[in-house]
Protein backbone atom coordinates (compact mmCIF):
# COMPACT_ATOMS: atom_id res chain seq x y z
CA UNK A 1 0.00 0.00 0.00
CA UNK A 2 1.22 3.53 -0.91
CA UNK A 3 1.40 5.90 1.62
CA UNK A 4 3.30 9.85 2.72
CA UNK A 5 4.27 11.11 5.37
CA UNK A 6 4.86 14.38 6.00
CA UNK A 7 6.81 14.31 9.83
CA UNK A 8 6.36 18.25 10.35
CA UNK A 9 3.08 19.27 11.70
CA UNK A 10 4.52 23.02 11.48
CA UNK A 11 7.11 25.00 10.07
CA UNK A 12 8.57 28.75 11.16
CA UNK A 13 10.64 30.52 9.01
CA UNK A 14 11.75 34.21 9.11
CA UNK A 15 10.88 36.09 5.48
CA UNK A 16 13.81 35.91 3.28
CA UNK A 17 15.23 32.87 4.63
CA UNK A 18 15.12 28.98 2.74
CA UNK A 19 12.23 27.37 3.38
CA UNK A 20 11.93 23.41 3.35
CA UNK A 21 8.83 21.53 3.28
CA UNK A 22 9.66 17.58 3.80
CA UNK A 23 7.71 14.64 2.34
CA UNK A 24 8.67 10.80 2.49
CA UNK A 25 6.71 8.16 0.47
CA UNK A 26 6.15 4.60 0.10
CA UNK A 27 5.49 3.25 -3.14
CA UNK A 28 5.20 0.26 -5.38
CA UNK A 29 7.23 0.90 -8.82
CA UNK A 30 8.11 4.65 -9.94
CA UNK A 31 6.25 7.17 -7.79
CA UNK A 32 4.01 10.01 -9.05
CA UNK A 33 4.54 12.71 -6.91
CA UNK A 34 2.81 15.97 -6.16
CA UNK A 35 2.47 18.84 -3.90
CA UNK A 36 -0.63 21.01 -3.65
CA UNK A 37 -0.55 24.41 -1.33
CA UNK A 38 -4.21 25.53 0.58
CA UNK A 39 -4.49 29.12 1.84
CA UNK A 40 -7.51 29.51 4.42
CA UNK A 41 -10.60 28.85 2.98
CA UNK A 42 -9.21 27.79 -0.30
CA UNK A 43 -8.97 24.80 -2.44
CA UNK A 44 -6.19 23.45 -2.82
CA UNK A 45 -3.63 24.78 -5.62
CA UNK A 46 -1.11 22.81 -7.33
CA UNK A 47 2.33 23.77 -7.04
CA UNK A 48 4.47 21.20 -8.91
CA UNK A 49 4.62 17.27 -9.91
CA UNK A 50 7.48 15.21 -10.60
CA UNK A 51 6.69 12.01 -13.37
CA UNK A 52 10.10 11.59 -14.70
CA UNK A 53 13.55 12.91 -15.57
CA UNK A 54 15.03 15.58 -14.10
CA UNK A 55 15.25 15.30 -10.35
CA UNK A 56 15.18 18.93 -9.46
CA UNK A 57 11.35 20.12 -10.61
CA UNK A 58 10.05 23.73 -10.52
CA UNK A 59 6.90 24.86 -10.19
CA UNK A 60 4.83 28.38 -9.52
CA UNK A 61 5.55 31.02 -7.10
CA UNK A 62 9.42 30.28 -6.89
CA UNK A 63 8.85 26.97 -5.24
CA UNK A 64 10.83 23.80 -6.51
CA UNK A 65 11.33 19.97 -5.15
CA UNK A 66 13.90 17.26 -4.95
CA UNK A 67 12.93 13.77 -6.19
CA UNK A 68 15.42 11.61 -4.02
CA UNK A 69 15.05 8.16 -5.09
CA UNK A 70 17.30 6.47 -2.82
CA UNK A 71 15.81 8.48 0.27
CA UNK A 72 12.04 8.21 -1.38
CA UNK A 73 11.88 11.46 -0.44
CA UNK A 74 10.20 14.41 -2.25
CA UNK A 75 10.89 17.43 -0.78
CA UNK A 76 9.55 21.07 -1.14
CA UNK A 77 12.07 24.39 -1.01
CA UNK A 78 11.41 27.64 -1.71
CA UNK A 79 15.03 30.11 -1.49
CA UNK A 80 13.53 33.21 0.07
CA UNK A 81 10.59 32.59 1.84
CA UNK A 82 7.89 35.16 1.91
CA UNK A 83 5.29 36.33 4.43
CA UNK A 84 1.95 35.48 1.45
CA UNK A 85 3.81 31.59 1.57
CA UNK A 86 2.01 31.11 4.53
CA UNK A 87 -0.21 28.36 3.72
CA UNK A 88 -1.11 24.63 4.61
CA UNK A 89 1.00 22.51 2.20
CA UNK A 90 0.43 19.03 0.81
CA UNK A 91 2.48 16.35 -0.29
CA UNK A 92 0.82 13.53 -2.48
CA UNK A 93 1.79 10.42 -3.91
CA UNK A 94 0.49 7.34 -6.59
CA UNK A 95 1.64 4.68 -8.67
CA UNK A 96 2.46 4.89 -12.39
CA UNK A 97 -0.23 2.22 -12.73
CA UNK A 98 -2.98 3.67 -10.15
CA UNK A 99 -5.94 5.73 -11.06
CA UNK A 100 -6.11 9.43 -9.55
CA UNK A 101 -8.32 8.02 -6.63
CA UNK A 102 -4.91 6.05 -5.09
CA UNK A 103 -3.72 9.63 -4.75
CA UNK A 104 -2.49 9.57 -1.28
CA UNK A 105 -2.46 12.76 0.46
CA UNK A 106 0.11 14.15 3.79
CA UNK A 107 -1.45 15.04 6.47
CA UNK A 108 -0.25 18.73 5.68
CA UNK A 109 2.22 20.94 7.25
CA UNK A 110 1.16 24.08 8.25
CA UNK A 111 4.04 27.47 6.93
CA UNK A 112 4.38 29.85 9.01
CA UNK A 113 6.62 32.78 7.80
CA UNK A 114 7.34 35.41 9.96
CA UNK A 115 8.71 39.44 8.99
CA UNK B 1 -9.20 31.03 -10.18
CA UNK B 2 -8.85 27.21 -10.64
CA UNK B 3 -11.95 26.87 -13.09
CA UNK B 4 -13.48 24.70 -10.60
CA UNK B 5 -17.08 26.15 -9.41
CA UNK B 6 -18.64 24.57 -6.43
CA UNK B 7 -21.66 25.53 -5.16
CA UNK B 8 -23.14 26.24 -2.70
CA UNK B 9 -19.86 28.03 -0.86
CA UNK B 10 -21.84 27.33 2.98
CA UNK B 11 -24.63 25.17 3.96
CA UNK B 12 -25.54 24.31 7.34
CA UNK B 13 -28.40 22.11 8.09
CA UNK B 14 -29.76 19.92 10.45
CA UNK B 15 -29.10 15.81 11.42
CA UNK B 16 -31.25 13.75 9.52
CA UNK B 17 -31.33 16.09 6.80
CA UNK B 18 -30.17 15.45 2.71
CA UNK B 19 -28.35 17.90 0.89
CA UNK B 20 -27.08 18.19 -2.44
CA UNK B 21 -23.26 20.12 -3.43
CA UNK B 22 -22.54 20.78 -6.99
CA UNK B 23 -19.57 20.90 -9.04
CA UNK B 24 -18.79 22.24 -12.39
CA UNK B 25 -15.52 21.50 -13.60
CA UNK B 26 -12.89 23.39 -15.58
CA UNK B 27 -13.53 23.82 -19.33
CA UNK B 28 -12.38 20.51 -21.13
CA UNK B 29 -11.78 18.46 -18.30
CA UNK B 30 -13.39 15.06 -18.07
CA UNK B 31 -12.56 13.81 -14.65
CA UNK B 32 -14.24 15.10 -11.29
CA UNK B 33 -13.66 13.99 -8.15
CA UNK B 34 -14.61 14.60 -4.59
CA UNK B 35 -12.87 14.72 -1.60
CA UNK B 36 -13.95 15.29 2.39
CA UNK B 37 -11.79 17.52 3.92
CA UNK B 38 -11.86 17.26 8.45
CA UNK B 39 -9.74 18.17 10.80
CA UNK B 40 -9.51 14.72 12.23
CA UNK B 41 -9.34 12.70 8.76
CA UNK B 42 -7.30 14.84 7.02
CA UNK B 43 -7.95 15.11 3.23
CA UNK B 44 -9.83 11.83 2.20
CA UNK B 45 -11.04 10.79 -1.39
CA UNK B 46 -14.89 9.85 -1.53
CA UNK B 47 -14.95 9.14 -5.61
CA UNK B 48 -14.12 9.56 -9.12
CA UNK B 49 -15.96 10.09 -12.19
CA UNK B 50 -14.70 9.92 -15.99
CA UNK B 51 -16.91 11.26 -18.75
CA UNK B 52 -19.97 10.00 -17.13
CA UNK B 53 -19.29 6.96 -15.67
CA UNK B 54 -17.75 6.31 -12.01
CA UNK B 55 -14.40 5.20 -12.05
CA UNK B 56 -12.86 4.98 -8.77
CA UNK B 57 -14.14 4.80 -5.15
CA UNK B 58 -12.31 5.74 -1.67
CA UNK B 59 -13.55 6.09 1.31
CA UNK B 60 -17.61 7.23 0.51
CA UNK B 61 -20.33 6.20 2.88
CA UNK B 62 -23.29 4.36 1.57
CA UNK B 63 -25.59 7.52 2.81
CA UNK B 64 -23.65 9.15 0.30
CA UNK B 65 -23.68 9.20 -3.52
CA UNK B 66 -22.73 11.01 -6.44
CA UNK B 67 -23.11 11.35 -10.11
CA UNK B 68 -21.81 13.17 -13.63
CA UNK B 69 -24.10 14.60 -15.88
CA UNK B 70 -23.94 14.64 -20.06
CA UNK B 71 -22.36 18.57 -19.09
CA UNK B 72 -19.44 16.79 -16.91
CA UNK B 73 -21.22 19.06 -14.02
CA UNK B 74 -21.21 16.71 -11.06
CA UNK B 75 -23.53 16.78 -7.64
CA UNK B 76 -22.67 14.82 -4.34
CA UNK B 77 -25.72 13.76 -2.34
CA UNK B 78 -25.28 13.44 1.18
CA UNK B 79 -28.23 11.80 3.43
CA UNK B 80 -29.53 11.46 6.70
CA UNK B 81 -26.89 13.84 7.94
CA UNK B 82 -24.43 13.37 11.10
CA UNK B 83 -22.92 15.63 13.08
CA UNK B 84 -19.85 14.08 11.99
CA UNK B 85 -20.73 14.73 8.26
CA UNK B 86 -19.91 18.43 9.12
CA UNK B 87 -16.61 18.99 6.82
CA UNK B 88 -15.13 20.83 3.71
CA UNK B 89 -15.97 19.16 0.81
CA UNK B 90 -14.07 19.85 -1.96
CA UNK B 91 -14.48 18.68 -5.92
CA UNK B 92 -11.44 18.54 -8.50
CA UNK B 93 -11.14 18.24 -12.27
CA UNK B 94 -8.64 17.04 -14.54
CA UNK B 95 -8.49 16.21 -18.24
CA UNK B 96 -8.14 12.60 -18.12
CA UNK B 97 -7.50 10.98 -14.27
CA UNK B 98 -4.91 8.74 -14.79
CA UNK B 99 -0.87 9.12 -15.37
CA UNK B 100 0.59 12.33 -14.14
CA UNK B 101 -2.15 14.63 -14.70
CA UNK B 102 -2.80 17.37 -12.19
CA UNK B 103 -6.41 17.95 -11.18
CA UNK B 104 -7.49 21.56 -10.26
CA UNK B 105 -9.33 22.28 -6.95
CA UNK B 106 -12.78 24.21 -6.24
CA UNK B 107 -12.69 26.78 -3.13
CA UNK B 108 -14.90 23.95 -1.23
CA UNK B 109 -18.36 23.88 0.22
CA UNK B 110 -18.24 24.03 3.99
CA UNK B 111 -21.10 21.64 5.76
CA UNK B 112 -22.14 22.49 8.98
CA UNK B 113 -24.57 19.77 10.28
CA UNK B 114 -26.39 20.83 13.62
Known amino acids: AQSVAQPEDQVNVAEGNPLTVKCTYS??????LFWYVQYPNRGLQFLLK??????LVKGSYGFEAEFNKSQTSFHLKKPSALVSDSALYFC?????????????FGAGTQVVVTP | DSGVTQTPKHLITATGQRVTLRCSPR?????VYWYQQSLDQGLQFLIQ???????AKGNILERFSAQQFPDLHSELNLSSLELGDSALYFC?????????????FGQGTRLTVV
Open chain 2, 92 to 104: ASSQRGTEGTEAF
Open chain 1, 27 to 32: VSGNPY
Open chain 1, 50 to 55: YITGDN
Open chain 1, 92 to 104: AVRGPTDSWGKLQ
Open chain 2, 27 to 31: SGDLS
Open chain 2, 49 to 55: YYNGEER
